[in-house]
């Protein structure tokens, strides 16, 4: 079941209540000392990416895409591939390819992430890195539904 435009809104103002916790001095501290930005963690920035992917009304589909090997019945098994996206989907306007990759605080994109998402916007879709879920919301904002 899809939210409504005011159910969306609420849901994702409530996430980057949480998620943009960004102050460069505290209280606490001692007067003029810097503290570090406190951004979320990868893990916190892809549920909420999830969130936001599961609610928007242009996002037609979406998934988490998982890269990795797994041991069965004693053999080793490879899934994905080097440089998929954590989360992939289609766009409901003109039925775009989707990829987003989560970084946490300091993440940066692997040659392979960085070359799979110049691809995806190569090819007409839409492949972006972030590191506030608030990126993603920005980037949805413009499209048709």
Known sequence: MRMTEEQLRNAQDRIMAGASIRTNTCMDAPQGKKVKDKRPAESIVLRQCITILDTHPAVALSWRFQVGVMKMGGHFNKFGFRGGSDLMGVLKAGAR???????GEGGRLTKEQ???LKAVNAAGGLGLMVDDPEQ????LRGLKR
């Open 97 to 103: 390819f989707l990829a987003v990759e989560c970084k």
């Open 114 to 116: 960085d070359a799979f």
């Open 136 to 139: 993603l919301v920005i980037a």
